[in-house]
């Protein structure tokens, strides 16, 4: 659905699979990790970057700690942080993670 541009009834569904991989496989499941940087992605676009910048923390850090430093995923989640501190003004935060 936010494909197609209709993010707000996308939000309930991302909260529902994201609250149902928690439920079911817990917060380190690479799933979860997965609904979580989602839903992250989801709030930037919809220009909510405070709610999205602690979920992208908690994707990064239990990628890192999951699956290591240089695992793609985990990559994508230290470049989607970057984006969002750069596009906040955070330049400085930023720089570390390009």
Do not use: C, F, W
């Not at 990628?63 to 984006?83: Q, Y």
């Amino acid at each position: 659905l936010d494909k197609m541009e209709n993010q707000e009834e996308a939000l309930p569904l991302y909260k529902e699979a994201l609250a149902g991989r928690r439920e079911t496989l817990g917060d380190q499941h690479p799933d979860t990790l997965n609904s979580i940087s989602n839903m992250a992605v989801l709030l930037d676009e919809m220009g909510n970057q405070e709610e999205a910048l602690p979920l992208y923390k908690e994707a990064l850090a239990a990628r890192r700690e999951t699956l290591g430093d240089r695992h793609p995923s985990t990559l994508s989640s230290i470049n989607n942080m970057a984006l969002l501190l750069k596009d906040m003004g955070k330049r400085e935060e930023a720089l570390p993670l390009y």
